[in-house]
Antibody, heavy 118, light 109 residues
Framework: QVQLWESGPGLLRPSETLSLTCTVS?????????WTWIRQPPGKGLEWIGT???????FYNPSLRSRLTISLDTSKNQFSLTVTSVAVADTAVYFC???????????WGQGTLVSVSS | ELVLTQSPATLSLSPGEGATLSCRAS??????LAWYQQKPGQAPRLLIF???DRAAGVPARFSGSGSGTDFTLTISSLEPEDFAVYYC???????????FGPGTKVDIK
């Protein structure tokens, strides 16, 4: 069974850059599938952030696109999310997930809370 | 932009009762509509994909239906572990875009 887990800083100041990594086990990220980031502000719903294919093609939420970068590190079997110029509104639990070409996100990490506060 | 609306926002029911949750899409797309269940402190769990196919290990009391812009998740008889928040999800393949509905909370009456 595919396993994913997120890692990164839990607390940031406004205007700083958020960097998160998702480590994947029991599946090679270069073998196929798409790799997705989703976030959930405290007490609110789910928001798709962006997705990267196993070949490196990226798809971003238009509302966040200007601040986002998603990349692959196949040597470490990881993919990463970078969000620049964070604000309090970026406070959320960030999830990474796997999805197939014709299948929605099925395997998810447990989520990591990122708080932005001055 | 894909937009999903869910109704009702909250559904208060007793164990053993049936539940009907609705999801409406702003555009008529292929049936790449999925349903997720989320409990506090946990990641969402995939229940239904392609509008009506149950994911592996999902009990038969969960069923999905619908096409075009209107979709439904039905729980035939609520078990205590079914009280949670349910999200619908839609993905467009080209250009790739993914969106979740705002969720329906099913709580104990």
């Amino acid at each position: 069974q595919v396993q994913l887990w997120e890692s990164g800083p839990g607390l940031l100041r406004p205007s700083e850059t958020l960097s998160l990594t998702c480590t994947v086990s029991r599946y090679s990220i270069s073998d196929g599938s798409y790799w997705t980031w989703i976030r959930q502000p405290p007490g609110k719903g789910l928001e798709w952030i962006g997705t990267i294919s196993h070949t490196g093609t990226t798809f971003y939420n238009p509302s966040l696109r200007s601040r986002l970068t998603i990349s692959l590190d196949t040597s470490k079997n990881q993919f990463s999310l970078t969000v620049t110029s964070v604000a309090v509104a970026d406070t959320a639990v960030y999830f990474c997930a796997r999805e197939a070409s014709n299948y929605p996100p099925d395997y998810w990490g447990q989520g990591t809370l990122v708080s932005v506060s001055s | 932009e894909l937009v999903l609306t869910q109704s009702p926002a909250t559904l208060s029911l007793s164990p053993g009762e049936g539940a009907t949750l609705s999801c409406r899409a702003s555009q008529s797309l292929s049936s790449s509509l999925a349903w997720y269940q989320q409990k506090p402190g946990q990641a969402p769990r995939l229940l239904i994909f392609d509008a009506s196919d149950r994911a592996a290990g999902v009990p038969a009391r969960f069923s999905g239906s619908g096409s075009g812009t209107d979709f439904t998740l039905t729980i035939s008889s609520l078990e205590p572990e079914d009280f949670a928040v349910y999200y619908c999800h839609l993905r467009r393949h080209w250009p790739w875009e993914s969106t979740f509905g705002p969720g329906t909370k099913v709580d104990i009456k």
